[in-house]
């Protein structure tokens, strides 16, 4: 019957305006974030559905003062695959 698609792209970051700020309390950014989304719709009632999301986080930060696990710094890949009848 049909498919639809949505792709989004985006790079969020933003600045405290606190000075001086430490490492502590920097902004991360999301450096890129990719979306793809999309819906297939069969004749016969059968339908799929596929979510996905793949974000790079990244913080501007002395490493040497700031532990690794507070950095904020890594990525995350989210997939949702879907099927069903409608």
Avoid: C, K, M
């Amino acid at each position: 019957r049909g498919e639809r698609w949505q792709l989004d792209a985006r790079a969020q970051g933003f600045q405290r305006l606190e000075d001086p700020l430490s490492d502590t309390d920097r902004p991360f950014y999301r450096l890129p974030s990719l979306t793809a989304n999309a819906n297939w719709q069969l004749d016969n009632g059968l339908y799929t559905q596929w979510r996905s999301n793949a974000t790079y986080f990244w913080r501007d930060v002395d490493e040497r003062r700031v532990p690794e696990r507070e950095a904020a710094i890594g990525s995350r890949l989210h997939l949702t695959p879907a099927v069903g009848w409608r």
